[in-house]
């Protein structure tokens, strides 16, 4: 028997969730998130709208990379094709309030009326 086919699907399957990984994480962002002793893990049935910030000139919004300038209206395009949905906001916790404050406004002014800040569960 030739178990040559086999050993290649394997592999493609094994390069397939290797870059899936990568580009989840991308979208997520390799921040470390604040800790925090309250709250709960969610199940999510809607996908939120995911903003990692990158830098004090752009953020990550879905896996995409934004000028914050652009921010606002990105997420306005986004609403308009998921109304009610939720924003997720990512950053460090070494990130000083400055740079978070550009992207909560952003939010404010696209209208969203639900905002997540993303935490760690601390032990």
Same mark, same amino acid.
């Given at each position: 028997m030739n178990v040559?086919?086999? &050993?290649? =699907?394997?592999?493609c399957l094994i390069v397939f969730?290797? &870059?899936?990984?990568?580009?989840?994480?991308e979208r997520e962002g390799l921040a470390r998130l604040p800790e925090s002793m309250r709250g709960e893990e969610q199940d999510d049935y809607v996908e939120? $709208?995911? &903003?990692? $910030? $990158?830098d004090?000139? @752009?953020? @990550? =919004?879905?896996?995409v990379e934004t000028a914050i300038e652009r921010l606002e209206s990105v997420l306005s395009g986004k609403r308009a %094709? %998921?109304?009610?949905?939720?924003?997720?906001? !990512?950053?460090g916790r070494e990130?000083?309030? *400055?740079?978070? *404050?550009p992207v909560i406004e952003a939010c !404010?002014?696209?209208? =969203?009326t639900s905002l *997540?800040?993303?935490?760690?569960r601390s032990p």
């Amino acid at each position: 028997m030739n178990v040559t086919p086999m &050993i290649d =699907v394997v592999m493609c399957l094994i390069v397939f969730y290797l &870059i899936v990984g990568h580009l989840v994480m991308e979208r997520e962002g390799l921040a470390r998130l604040p800790e925090s002793m309250r709250g709960e893990e969610q199940d999510d049935y809607v996908e939120p $709208i995911v &903003i990692a $910030i $990158i830098d004090a000139e @752009s953020v @990550s =919004v879905d896996g995409v990379e934004t000028a914050i300038e652009r921010l606002e209206s990105v997420l306005s395009g986004k609403r308009a %094709q %998921q109304p009610g949905v939720t924003v997720r906001l !990512r950053a460090g916790r070494e990130m000083a309030y *400055e740079l978070v *404050e550009p992207v909560i406004e952003a939010c !404010r002014g696209a209208g =969203v009326t639900s905002l *997540e800040l993303a935490t760690e569960r601390s032990p």
